[in-house]
């Protein structure tokens, strides 16, 4: 009877966890940046068996992100198809695990229910998670970041076990998470190592950390699996290696043109968009975190320190974009769940005496408003991510020419799956290319309407939002 009760506590916490990331990913047709250009990438290797980095003739070498979770889209395009959800879920599943291992991690070490339960909804709910480029769209971000938050955590266990045996098991599992989060996103680990180096030293834990089996197996294995890739990389697509200098390194100096380059750019995101209201338990928890519990407390304050010091070294980026922090987002989530959880608890005692289903019935209030409005999200596209809602949801058996500006992965994507699931051929063409009488062609960007205007005369067949289905009557003289 316990464990049938643990089974359907599971399945019910895994319904709440999946359903609003679920419902995003199957509202929203696949964005062309950057998940357009993991399609890109999945489908070259698993279709030509082939890596491609050549998003178009003017910028050469851009794909540069280690392929790790490309080659598993592409193993699920092969297996289920090449649909969004061949791209999708191996972030969605990532995005799942990332909740539960906040939730066990806190529940275990801490035996601290309320904590793990405000610090997995408040994960769940603050307005960067179930976003674009986070919790249900192919990008890399999300396993980036469940690969980082297990190198935080393992590298802990390893700062505070006495035992020699179980410090060499974490401190290879840490080494392990930090090498896969390169092969999934880059370099982004680095800049949770010093931080990390700094408390090896205070726990006395610095000569043991490079003196024992775990680290050196486990810095082996990822050494092997990273050059590997690298140097396989290059020796496939030479130049590939210059490639990473200019555009992953370029980022952080002034190798690629500057984005948002100003300093407090994440800490501003941090409060307008991305945890906003949230950022608020900050203020109970270093209040409460002054008379805690020693094991807390000091965890708290690991997690303080990696945050702050993650977000100091990563705004002197010459290229800031909303989602490269995400890494450091469960770190800061941790400590506004604790001050939740406090905050609960205080009230509670005030009325009921730390009464369980008045903490719960307080959690519920809490989160039950702001779990309903992910559903009410809606996300701004760009006209060129809006070809898919057309050719999908106004489909019919006709080919015709589709104009766009530039390259768009997003459009090649609906175009190749026309035609494995309609058997529906679409000419794609760039706004340069001459229309013929007659001819059918869909546009979903004003500036492509622009130039038909001026040159053509046309009727409208169908439109959807911002795309129109039109057919070419007559050259305008």
Same mark, same amino acid.
């Not at 980095?53 to 889209?73: C, E, G, H, W």
């Not at 939740?340 to 009325?351: D, G, H, M, V």
């Given at each position: 009877m316990r464990n049938i009760k643990k089974y359907i506590i599971f399945l019910g916490s895994l319904i709440v966890i999946a359903l609003p990331i679920c419902y995003q990913a199957y509202t929203n047709k696949l964005f062309s940046f950057d998940e357009g250009y993991y399609f890109i990438a999945s489908y070259e290797l698993g279709e030509h068996g082939?890596?491609? !980095?050549?998003?178009?003739?003017?910028? =050469?070498?851009?794909?540069?992100?280690?392929?790790?979770?490309?080659?598993?889209?592409?193993?699920l395009g092969k297996l289920i198809g090449w649909n969004e959800w061949a791209i999708r879920i191996p972030t969605i599943l990532s995005s799942i695990t990332l909740v539960y291992v906040?939730?066990?991690?806190?529940?275990?070490?801490?035996?601290?229910?309320?904590?793990? !339960?405000?610090?997995?909804?408040?994960? =769940?709910v603050v307005p960067c998670f179930i976003n674009m480029h986070m919790a249900f769209t192919g990008d890399h971000d999300i396993p980036l970041t469940l690969f980082t938050t297990s190198f935080l955590f393992a590298f802990y266990l390893f700062l505070i076990e006495a035992d020699e045996k179980k410090t060499g098991r974490y401190i290879f599992i840490a080494c392990l998470c930090a090498g896969l989060s390169?092969?999934?996103?880059?370099?982004?680990?680095l800049f949770f190592l010093p931080v990390s180096l700094v408390y090896s030293i205070v726990y006395k834990k610095f000569k043991l950390l490079f003196f024992n089996k775990g680290f050196l197996s486990g810095t082996g294995i990822a050494a092997v699996l990273i050059l590997s890739w690298y140097l396989g990389r290059e020796y496939v697509d030479p130049g590939y290696l210059k490639a990473v200098w200019q555009y992953e390194i370029g980022r952080y100096n002034d190798g690629v043109h500057s984005v948002h380059p100003e300093f407090g750019y994440y800490w501003q995101m941090l409060y307008q968009h991305q945890i906003s209201f949230w950022l608020v338990f900050l203020f109970p928890a270093l209040y409460f975190i002054c008379n805690a519990d020693i094991k807390e407390r000091r965890f708290v304050i690991y997690c303080f320190f990696q945050s702050v010091f993650f977000l100091i070294l990563l705004s002197f980026s010459k290229v800031k974009l909303a989602w490269y922090d995400a890494p450091v987002i469960p770190v800061i989530v941790l400590i506004s769940g604790y001050g939740?959880?406090?905050?609960?608890?205080?009230?509670?005692?005030?009325?009921f005496s730390y009464n369980k289903a008045v903490m719960f019935f307080l959690c519920t209030v809490l989160?039950?408003?702001?779990?309903?409005?992910?559903?009410?999200?809606?996300?701004?596209?760009?006209?060129?991510?809006?070809?898919?809602?057309?050719?999908?949801?106004?489909?019919?058996?006709?080919?015709?020419?589709?104009?766009?500006?530039?390259?768009?992965?997003?459009l090649i994507f609906y175009t190749e799956y026309c035609k494995e699931k309609f058997n529906t051929e679409h000419i794609l063409k760039t706004s340069r290319v001459p229309l013929s009488v007659h001819e059918k062609v869909l546009v979903c960007e004003p500036v492509v309407m622009l130039g038909i205007n001026r040159k053509y005369e046309y009727k409208v067949l169908d439109s959807l939002e911002k795309s129109k289905l039109i057919e070419i009557t007559a050259l305008r003289p």
């Open positions: 082939r890596f491609f !980095i050549d998003f178009d003739s003017a910028s =050469l070498l851009r794909n540069t992100k280690p392929y790790l979770f490309v080659f598993i889209q592409a193993g906040l939730f066990f991690f806190i529940k275990k070490q801490f035996d601290n229910a309320l904590w793990a !339960i405000t610090s997995a909804l408040t994960l =769940l390169v092969l999934t996103k880059g370099w982004m680990i939740a959880a406090k905050a609960i608890q205080l009230i509670s005692s005030y009325t989160y039950i408003y702001p779990y309903a409005g992910i559903f009410q999200r809606r996300y701004e596209r760009f006209f060129m991510d809006t070809y898919g809602e057309f050719m999908m949801h106004k489909h019919i058996q006709d080919s015709y020419s589709i104009v766009r500006t530039a390259y768009n992965p997003h």
